[in-house]
Structure formats: structure tokens, C-alpha cells
DNA sequence: TTCATTTCTTAACTTAAGTGAACGAGTTTA
DNA sequence: TAAACTCGTTCACTTAAGTTAAGAAATGAA
């Protein structure tokens, strides 16, 4: 399991067996169950995540409905809104799948870079090329209506649609379920033309 | 005009004279006028740039129709993405007022950073708030409607309904000129009773 | 298995956004 | 100054999303 991490880290940083073990060490791995709750609204956590293996998401209770924004599967890390701001959290993190997943704090974080600055520079990477990402995903999702969106998803993330019930894949769209039905049913309809 | 520069510069990290000197010696800051394209689709610009005055847009073209996703105003900086993908640009940026910012390359970065670690640091913490904010921005475009996000822009950044022409505020707001018009009527239909 | 719950789809109706066209006000250009 | 543009608004019409409700299918729990 740790193989996928460290392939991971690879990408951007080339560690020594010390540097391997430092990490190792800390007993970052967590497995958790379909369904679990991993933040709560209103709870001041400290957590960040690294999904190893697995699915989670991010959704928001509005008006008394769930209103999912993203999704985070294998490769893809989070941390939550509330770990930077100290605030509470606005919203909830949660397993669509079993999932595997590294569990650190900021204060981990701290340690390493002092002990190897190197990672300074993978976090500062890793986090210019998400923002340069989220940007151009923002971008997308502004200029195309609801139905480009998900024909962009097929293309982009098909695993997701498999992965995922409709409902949350409706708002992660920016949409309601009945309307993602329709408009599934609306593109079938086209494409039997 | 400095000063606006430095006091940014002071809310993240505390600067010696020389560290002073050093950012002045680089000759960052350009005025530029109403209407000037700065970065055009297709071009590989390594230009970065930081609001001190006025405003810029970011803009796609799209079917012949400009699409603007973003403006940056006074304390905003804005690294385009072929920057950081070394692609050609997929968009355009331009000056929506007679604009002062600086204009850097991430070459001048990493001489500063060198010569001033405080720098890495500073940057970094700048990308981690500005994806955070990015992220919460996101999540509340995808989780309200056209109106309500008319009227959330109206809360947190009413000076751009003012600066900024209707027709690029409509795109930012994912819809189309007329149905904001159509909605500022509506709004203004329900205050009245 | 059976019952309850969740999830997805369909349908009818309402509401709002997209589209194409027209108009006036204000700007720019020749 | 006149003609050409740009910009915002309005209108009529089309299209698609929101809403409410109902029912079928899948899932989970007792």
C-alpha cells in the first residue's frame, strides 16, 4: 500500500531509505469503511487527506439537501477549507467507496519540511498545479451548460460516472437528479438518431 | 506606488532594506491602458502579473463569443496557466481599466528565491489561500442559481458590478447578457412590492 | 425472505435561461 | 456631421432546468 504513495511522490521528489522510514514512521494509513463520515459541518479538524485507494467527497447541506462539489479518488489529496481558515467547517467529507487513504495534520507537514526541505518544494508544486487545474476546471465549468459538462465528465473522468450515484454526480454538475435523468435520457435519444 | 506593492508584501513576510532594493532593481511595474491585451490565445507568454490599480479580465473565445471568467482587481495576481504548462495560452487577458501592475517571470522568482527563502514562503502560502478561496468560490457557484449568484457578487464585490461592463459580467456569471439584464429587472420587480 | 429505504426514472407543470431581433443611447470613426 | 459600432434593454419565442409527485428498481436491515 505505502508503494503508492512513495510511486506517488516520486513524480515530483526523489526520497532516501531515511527519508522513506521518517515517513513510514509516522503511521500515516487509515482504511475506512463505505459510508463513514470523515468531517462533520461545524467541526474544527486538522486532517488532511490523500486518497490511496477508493473514492470520497465533499458536499454541503443546504436547505436540507445535499449538494456535492467534488470528489476526490486514487492520487488526489484534500485539505479542507476549515484546516487553513481554524474556522469551523462549512461542510462535510465523506466515503462513496472503502477507501485507503493518508491522514496527516499540518503539524506533520511542518516537521518533515524541517527535516527535509524537499518537500517544501513538492507541497508548493503540488499545490500550484491543483490551483492551476481547479482554475481551468472553474473555467470549463462556467462557458458550457449542464449537458457539455457531462458530456466533458465522459470524457474526462468516466470512471465517476460509473463510480457514483446520480444524485451526487447531479449537483457535482450543478443540477438536480431529475434533470441529469433527462438529460441522460435527452443525449441517448440524440445519439439512436 | 511601491508602497502598495511593499505593504502586500508586509501582511506575509517582513522585508529588509536590501530585500527592498532587490524587488526595485528589477523594474517590475508597467502601466498599461483601457482595452490592452496583455496575453492573446495561442501565444506562450512567462508573464506574471499583480494588480496594484485598476482591473484586468481573463477571457476565452468560444464559437466567435468572448467568455470572461475572471477579473482581477487591486491586490490580485494572476499566473496564466501556459505559464505553468509551457502550452500555448488558451485564453486572453486584457485591461478593463487604465491598469498599474507588475509584471514578473518565474525565472525572477527563483532568483529571489535564492537569494531570499522568505520568498518560497511567501508564495507558497499565497497559492494555499488563493486555491482555498478558489475552492469555496467554486463550491457556491455550483450550489446557487444565476439569480442568487447576482446577488451574492452584489454582497462581496458590489465595486465590480460597477466597474466592469454588463456583457463581460454575464459570462462570469455563467449566463447570457440578456437573462442578466432580465434578472436585474426581475430583482428590482420584487424589491418594489 | 420481507419490509423499509434509497436511488433512479418518468411525467406534467412552472419558471427561468437561450435565441434572434429590434431599438435607443452613447462612442468612435471617417 | 453622418455613419458605424458598442452596449444595455426589451420582446416574443424556444428550450431546458426546477418542482412536485408517483412509481419501479435496487439496496440494506430485521
Same mark, same amino acid.
Given at each position: 500500500?505505502?508503494?503508492?504513495l512513495?510511486?506517488?511522490?516520486?513524480?515530483?521528489?526523489?526520497?532516501t +531509505?531515511?527519508?522513506r522510514?521518517?515517513?513510514?514512521? /509516522?503511521? $500515516? #494509513?487509515?482504511?475506512?469503511?463505505? =459510508?463513514?463520515? /470523515?468531517?462533520?459541518e =461545524?467541526?474544527?479538524?486538522?486532517?488532511?487527506?490523500?486518497?490511496?485507494?477508493?473514492?470520497?467527497?465533499?458536499?454541503?447541506i443546504?436547505?436540507?439537501?445535499?449538494?456535492?462539489?467534488?470528489?476526490?479518488?486514487?492520487?488526489? =489529496?484534500?485539505?479542507?477549507?476549515c484546516?487553513?481558515s481554524?474556522?469551523?467547517s462549512?461542510?462535510?467529507?465523506?466515503?462513496v467507496?472503502d477507501?485507503?487513504?493518508?491522514?496527516?495534520?499540518?503539524?506533520m =507537514?511542518?516537521? $518533515?519540511?524541517?527535516k #527535509?526541505?524537499? #518537500?517544501?518544494i513538492?507541497?508548493?508544486i503540488?499545490?500550484? +498545479? !491543483? $490551483?492551476?487545474k481547479?482554475?481551468?476546471?472553474?473555467?470549463? #465549468?462556467?462557458?458550457?451548460s449542464?449537458?457539455?459538462r457531462?458530456?466533458? $465528465?465522459?470524457?474526462?473522468?468516466p470512471?465517476?460516472?460509473?463510480?457514483?450515484?446520480?444524485?451526487?454526480?447531479a449537483?457535482? /454538475?450543478?443540477?438536480k437528479?431529475?434533470? /441529469?435523468s433527462? !438529460?441522460?435520457?435527452?443525449i441517448l435519444e440524440?445519439?439512436?438518431?
Amino acid at each position: 500500500m505505502q508503494d503508492i504513495l512513495f510511486d506517488f511522490i516520486s513524480k515530483y521528489i526523489s526520497l532516501t +531509505e531515511d527519508e522513506r522510514n521518517a515517513i513510514l514512521s /509516522l503511521d $500515516l #494509513f487509515r482504511s475506512v469503511k463505505k =459510508g463513514t463520515t /470523515l468531517l462533520k459541518e =461545524g467541526q474544527k479538524s486538522q486532517e488532511e487527506y490523500f486518497v490511496l485507494k477508493g473514492c470520497i467527497r465533499k458536499y454541503y447541506i443546504i436547505d436540507g439537501e445535499e449538494k456535492t462539489t467534488a470528489f476526490y479518488t486514487e492520487m488526489e =489529496g484534500l485539505v479542507p477549507h476549515c484546516v487553513v481558515s481554524k474556522n469551523p467547517s462549512e461542510y462535510f467529507i465523506s466515503c462513496v467507496e472503502d477507501t485507503i487513504l493518508t491522514v496527516t495534520n499540518p503539524d506533520m =507537514g511542518v516537521d $518533515l519540511n524541517v527535516k #527535509f526541505p524537499k #518537500f517544501e518544494i513538492m507541497c508548493r508544486i503540488l499545490s500550484e +498545479e !491543483l $490551483l492551476a487545474k481547479q482554475q481551468i476546471n472553474f473555467d470549463e #465549468f462556467k462557458t458550457s451548460s449542464p449537458e457539455q459538462r457531462y458530456l466533458n $465528465l465522459l470524457q474526462k473522468r468516466p470512471d465517476l460516472i460509473q463510480r457514483v450515484p446520480q444524485h451526487q454526480l447531479a449537483s457535482y /454538475l450543478g443540477i438536480k437528479p431529475q434533470s /441529469l435523468s433527462r !438529460l441522460r435520457a435527452r443525449i441517448l435519444e440524440k445519439s439512436k438518431e
